[in-house]
Antibody
Framework: QIQLVQSGPELKKPGESVKISCKAS????????MHWVKQAPGKGLKWMGW????????TYADDFKGRFVFSLEASASTANLQISNLKNEDTATYFC????????WGQGVMVTVSS | DIQMTQSPSFLSASVGDRVTINCKAS??????LNWYQQKLGEAPKRLIY???NLQTGIPSRFSGSGSGTDYTLTISSLQPEDFATYFC?????????FGSGTKLEIK
C-alpha cells in the first residue's frame, strides 16, 4: 500500500538547521510530485511548495523562499526538507503530501525551535 | 491566493447524529475541493476528492457536495471513530489553500 513515512521529532535552537525526510513506498516515486505543508501550533495548514520528483526542480511559496530547501534522494524514494537559520516561528509540524491532489500524506514531523 | 473559510470551528455531536461542515472559497474553485480527516499524531486522510468523489476505503456515511464557492462535507451517522478534526483543501488554483479546520467532539 502507498505510504509516506517521515522522520522523527526534532528539537533545535534558534540559528541551527534541520533536515527532515519523507520516504515513499508502494508506488513509483518519480511519477508524482511531492508537496510540503506547515502546521504551526493552533494554526491552520499552509502550503510551502512542491518538488518535481522526476526533474528535482523545487517550487517555493512566497513565504518559504530563502531558508527552505526541498531536495531528493530519488534512489531511496525520499524527499527532504531542510530549514536553515531556524527561528521560533518555525516551530510547527511539517507534512509531506503526494501530488495526485494531495491524496496521501506523511504522519508529520514536529520541529520545536527553542533556546 | 484563494481564501477558504471553514465553519464551524468546533462541533459537538453524538454517535448517530448527522453533521455537516462547510467550506466557502473566495472565488469559484470549479469543484476542486478535497476533504480530510486528521487525528492527533496520524497522517491526514483524504475522505473526498473533487467535491463528491469518495476515496477508496472510506465509508459511505461520508459524502460531499457543492459547486462554485460553497462546499459541504456530510457525515450521515456519526461513529465513535469519526471524532477528529476535518479540513478542506482547494486545488483549483496555485497555491493550494486550506480551510482552518473543524474539531468534531463527542457531546
Amino acid at each position: 500500500q502507498i505510504q509516506l513515512v517521515q522522520s522523527g521529532p526534532e528539537l533545535k535552537k534558534p540559528g541551527e538547521s534541520v533536515k527532515i525526510s519523507c520516504k515513499a513506498s508502494g508506488y513509483t516515486f518519480t511519477d508524482y510530485a511531492m508537496h510540503w505543508v506547515k502546521q504551526a501550533p493552533g494554526k491552520g495548514l499552509k502550503w510551502m511548495g512542491w518538488i518535481n520528483t522526476y526533474t528535482g526542480k523545487p517550487t517555493y511559496a512566497d513565504d518559504f523562499k530563502g531558508r527552505f530547501v526541498f531536495s531528493l534522494e530519488a534512489s531511496a524514494s525520499t524527499a527532504n526538507l531542510q530549514i536553515s537559520n531556524l527561528k521560533n516561528e518555525d516551530t510547527a509540524t511539517y507534512f509531506c503530501a503526494r501530488e495526485g491532489a494531495f491524496d496521501y500524506w506523511g504522519q508529520g514531523v514536529m520541529v520545536t525551535v527553542s533556546s | 491566493d484563494i481564501q477558504m473559510t471553514q465553519s464551524p470551528s468546533f462541533l459537538s455531536a453524538s454517535v448517530g447524529d448527522r453533521v455537516t461542515i462547510n467550506c466557502k472559497a473566495s472565488q469559484n474553485i470549479n469543484k476542486y475541493l478535497n476533504w480530510y480527516q486528521q487525528k492527533l499524531g496520524e497522517a491526514p486522510k483524504r475522505l473526498i476528492y473533487n467535491t463528491n468523489n469518495l476515496q477508496t476505503g472510506i465509508p459511505s456515511r461520508f459524502s460531499g457536495s457543492g459547486s462554485g464557492t460553497d462546499y459541504t462535507l456530510t457525515i450521515s451517522s456519526l461513529q465513535p471513530e469519526d471524532f477528529a478534526t476535518y479540513f478542506c483543501l482547494q486545488h483549483n488554483s496555485f497555491p493550494g489553500t486550506f480551510g482552518s479546520g473543524t474539531k468534531l467532539e463527542i457531546k
